[in-house]
Each structure stands twice: as structure tokens, then as C-alpha cells.
């Protein structure tokens, strides 16, 4: 039997999950090259303050922004600041504008399935601004955004609003991510059953797969590969087709 049927609904992570927020080909349109700012030192320090505005003390776009760059250089002008910006807020909403047609016929089909779809995901006021206007956004129950209540992932509170949304046991329902933020880890501790999907994790963080990988009952490639997992887990935990 496909694993899908034994459960009443699916949870999924959104970014490196169902969707990639990659910078643009044109670097003039990334908020780093727009301040001049090195890439790498860009994203550590974006990384470094997350958790703030991850669970949403900082609502602000603009100061977002400007927090991360004044961390670097405090004399950037506010011009550019509002232009990086933008470039961050266009970023996040086409990743969720433009998801993979396979992940959207996928979900689609699993609502066909008549079950419960659900949204955990961490993210900052930026992050989860495309997400009403993304073509899967209709498909779900419920979008827990970690900015809106206050805790994230892997605490157990974000999983349990979802949950009280949904209205399902632990037990009986699926975790899908690319198991950031240890995700998988706590689904797993709360009774979920968990998937880990390395379609864009294994492109810019294979080295982390073994570890996260010892958290999920399965493993798929892209999200497309649900439907064809079976309710019965090899040994060593690999995917298992009909």
C-alpha cells in the first residue's frame, strides 16, 4: 500500500522543502551585490540574527535589512538599503511564486487523496510574504509561520499549533523536509513519521545529509517521489518504490 494512504495528513517544511529561494542570475539584483557586500559574509550574518526576526520580534522589512548591513557597514546609504530590500522581498516571492510543477501537481494529488496538508515552516516577515499568491497555497489546511507565533523549529510548540489546527495525532501524521533546524529530530520525538527530501540540500549541503538522515524514517529526492514510497521501510532506511 502506498504510505500516503495509512495517514490522515502530511506536514511539510517550505523553503529547501518545497521551494528554493535562490539569488538571481544577475547579481546587480541580489541584496549583497546591491550593497557590496561579499556573499558569504552576507549570508553568515543574515544567519547569525535569524532567530530574532525568525520568531518575529522584528516585523520590519527594511530594518531587517539594515540590520544585517550595518553589522557589516554602517555607512551604507538608505537608498541602497530600500533598493536591497526590495531585492529581498522579490527574491522570497518568486521562489514561492514559481515552484516546481511537479511539487504542485504532487500536492495536488494528495489532496485528491482527501488528506489534511499542513505548512511548519521558520520564517521572517520577509520570508512568508508570496506565500497567499503561491499556486500551492490553496492545496493546504494550514501555514504555521514561526514570525506569527512566536517559536521555531525544532522547538515542539511550532509542530503543536499545527497539529491543534489540524486536529490529528501525532501518530498519524507524515513530516516532509529537507531537515534543517533539526526538524526532522523533534516530528520524529512527537510521534511523526518522518521524510527527508534532498532534492536542493544535496546541491548545496550534501555534507549534511548522514547526519540528518539518521532522523527520518524514509528518504526521497523530490517531493514528487510521495507517491510512490510504500508503507514498508527498508533496513537501512532508503526509499522503497511501489
Same mark, same amino acid.
Do not use: H
Given at each position: ?35 557590496? =557586500? /561579499? ?5 553568515? #550574518? &543574515? ?7 525568525? *520568531? +518575529? ?36 516571492k518568486k521562489c514561492l511564486l514559481? =515552484? /516546481? ?5 504532487? #500536492? &495536488? ?7 489534511? *496538508? +499542513? ?60 531537515? +534543517? ?18 532534492n536542493y540540500i544535496k546541491t ?17 529526492d523530490g517531493i514528487s517521489e ?17
Open positions: 500500500m502506498n504510505l500516503i494512504n495509512g495517514y490522515k495528513a502530511i506536514f511539510f517544511d517550505l523553503f529547501f522543502t518545497l521551494a528554493n529561494p535562490v539569488y538571481s542570475d544577475d547579481s546587480l539584483e541580489n541584496e549583497y551585490s546591491i550593497l557590496t =557586500i /561579499d556573499k558569504t559574509i552576507w549570508e553568515e #550574518i &543574515s544567519e547569525k540574527q535569524y532567530y530574532a526576526r525568525g *520568531i +518575529g520580534e522584528l516585523k520590519d522589512p527594511n530594518m531587517i535589512v539594515q540590520n544585517i548591513a550595518f553589522e557589516i557597514n554602517c555607512e551604507i546609504a538608505q537608498d541602497r538599503l530600500i533598493q536591497a530590500t526590495e531585492a529581498r522581498i522579490n527574491r522570497f514559481e =515552484i /516546481d510543477i511537479d511539487t504542485i501537481n504532487t #500536492i &495536488s494529488k494528495i489532496k485528491e487523496l482527501q488528506k489534511k *496538508i +499542513g505548512l511548519i515552516s521558520n520564517s521572517d516577515c520577509i520570508d512568508k510574504l508570496g506565500w497567499g499568491e503561491s499556486p500551492i497555497a490553496k492545496y493546504f489546511d494550514t501555514a504555521i509561520f514561526s514570525c506569527d507565533i512566536g517559536t521555531m523549529k525544532p522547538d515542539k510548540r511550532i509542530y503543536e499549533a499545527a497539529l491543534n489546527i489540524i486536529e490529528e495525532n501525532p501518530c498519524d501524521c507524515l513530516y516532509v523536509g529537507d531537515g +534543517g533546524n533539526s526538524e526532522l529530530k523533534t516530528a520524529k520525538e512527537l510521534g511523526m513519521t518522518t521524510i527527508l527530501t534532498t548545496l549541503w550534501p555534507e549534511k545529509i548522514s547526519e540528518i538522515q539518521k532522523y527520518a524514517d524514509y528518504k526521497i510521495l507517491l510512490e514510497l510504500k508503507n514498508v521501510q527498508e533496513g537501512d532506511g532508503s526509499l522503497i518504490y511501489l
